[in-house]
């Protein structure tokens, strides 16, 4: 009875530890209810509709270099990582981003292409081909019609000679 016990309550001792510690995502572990079985902690199975890109503000990023320099043994490193979700590649951008100096360097950045105010000669310069094409198609459609009434007279014109010569 008191192995079960024991097993029991390192069981419990185990999940609180786990629960503590975060994932590189920054989601907590979702501990599953113990049965008798023995079975720990089981991550949440949903995936998130968007995933959310985590920012870091320059005053956090700050914090965690200096105090990623004050590690001095074996592991705390690591520890510090797993504490805080981050990869060590983080440290790495974060420090060559310090090195140069600039405040803009440690703040966040939003991605993608950057916004251009649109030039209003691209604007005028598509709308001009626009209006080429249309007219292009209508010169197009005016020669085939041109066309098609000469072989109409040519062939009214024989009509006539022959019926002239009869």
Not at 26 to 52: C, D, F, R, Y
Request: hydrophobic letters at 30%; proline letters at 5%; a positive charge.
């Amino acid at each position: 009875m008191e192995k079960k016990e024991d097993m029991f309550t390192n069981a419990n001792v185990k999940i609180e530890e786990m629960e503590r510690m975060r994932r590189a995502t920054g989601i907590p572990l979702i501990t599953a209810p113990l049965s008798h079985q023995g079975h720990g902690a089981v991550s949440n199975p949903e995936v998130l509709e968007k995933p959310v890109r985590r920012k870091y503000t320059a005053e956090y990023k700050r914090r965690i270099l200096r105090q990623a320099e004050s590690c001095k043994e074996s592991g705390q490193m690591g520890a510090l990582l797993r504490r805080e979700g981050l990869y060590s590649s983080n440290l790495t951008t974060w420090r060559r981003q310090a090195e140069r100096g600039t405040l803009e360097a440690l703040s966040p950045r939003k991605r993608g292409p950057k916004y251009q105010k649109p030039d209003p000669s691209v604007r005028q310069i598509a709308q001009l081909e626009k209006e080429n094409q249309k007219l292009r198609h209508k010169l197009r459609q005016a020669e085939f019609i041109i066309e098609a009434q000469k072989k109409i007279a040519e062939i009214l014109q024989m009509d006539q000679k022959e019926e002239r010569d009869s």
